[in-house]
């Protein structure tokens, strides 16, 4: 299981759009960590823009994982952005009681493109040689911001979306550019925050556009004898060159449900089963209101 990462967005907030549990309990993370570990899960995903993740990570204790946390948008009008990172970094550091990141990701990675970009790559390259952070890099809402970052920065590792609808970073090279490049991929959204999973009758109206796209997902399922969870890990965890799975979970339910998910009866999705319309998978372009 060592290729599955956590994700910890509920255990600092009520995230997801099939989220009906609200925040996690801290007496709940604690168990899921547990049983994460005891499973081989040894990576963490955070981020300063999880609400209390940080702090509740910290308070449960995580030294025995590797942590992945990410940079909020920095002020462009910084007079010493060195500082500034720095100080968020070290902040993360306290609330997570640790003294080192595995990985320091961007939130906004299109900040290295501005006039402050070359100084903000330096910082993030300070914070490696200090011992801060072992890797740097960037999490990414389409492979499209890749051309010209990766033209003009080396990474270490990248975070993307990639599932069912979503798998542009394989169909346009890029999962092949960036192993060749010797770089760490790590998938998110494989369960397109649980949209994947929620049947007809759940799924807010917004989404009725594509309802076409959900009927073909179920009857590829219902030929191949497949769940639902079944298909959606079924193509991250199929694809080699995807070297972490970042799965979020509300209960312990559901990470042993995923846990005993993962066999050998898993099947890469077909062709047709694929979106580009980044209205549908792209959350933060998403109108539920």
Wanted: charged residues 25%.
């Amino acid at each position: 299981m060592k290729r599955l990462a956590l994700g910890t967005a509920q255990f600092g907030l009520s995230y997801g759009v099939a989220n009906q549990q609200g925040q996690v309990s801290i007496d709940q993370v604690a168990e899921i960590l547990r049983v994460a570990s005891a499973v081989g899960v040894d990576t963490l995903d955070t981020a300063i823009a999880y609400g209390e993740s940080e702090q509740v990570l910290g308070q449960v204790g995580v030294s025995s994982f590797k942590i992945i946390s990410k940079l909020q948008a920095l002020s462009d009008e910084s007079l010493d952005l060195q500082k500034q990172v720095i100080d968020s970094v070290e902040s993360s550091l306290e609330r997570l009681r640790i003294t080192q990141l595995y990985g320091l990701l961007l939130h906004r990675p299109g900040q290295l493109l501005s006039n402050q970009g070359v100084t903000l790559y330096q910082a993030l390259q300070d914070l490696k040689n200090k011992g801060l952070v072992k890797k740097i890099g960037i999490s990414i809402y389409s492979p499209t911001e890749l051309e010209a970052l990766c033209r003009s920065f080396e990474f270490d590792l990248i975070q993307a979306p990639f599932n069912i609808f979503d798998r542009r970073l394989e169909r346009q090279g890029w999962l092949d550019k960036l192993k060749k490049k010797g770089v760490e991929v790590h998938s998110r959204s494989v369960f397109l925050q649980g949209l994947l999973l929620m049947d007809s009758a759940s799924r807010p109206q917004y989404f009725e556009r594509w309802e076409f796209l959900f009927k073909r997902l179920e009857e590829w399922c219902k030929t191949e004898n497949l769940t639902l969870l079944e298909a959606c890990l079924g193509t991250a965890w199929l694809n080699q060159n995807i070297d972490k799975i970042i799965v979020g979970v509300d209960s312990l339910a559901h990470l042993q449900e995923i846990v005993a998910t993962i066999t050998d009866e898993l099947l890469l999705p077909p062709d047709d089963l694929y979106c580009e319309d980044t209205r549908l998978i792209n959350p933060s372009e998403w109108k539920l209101s």
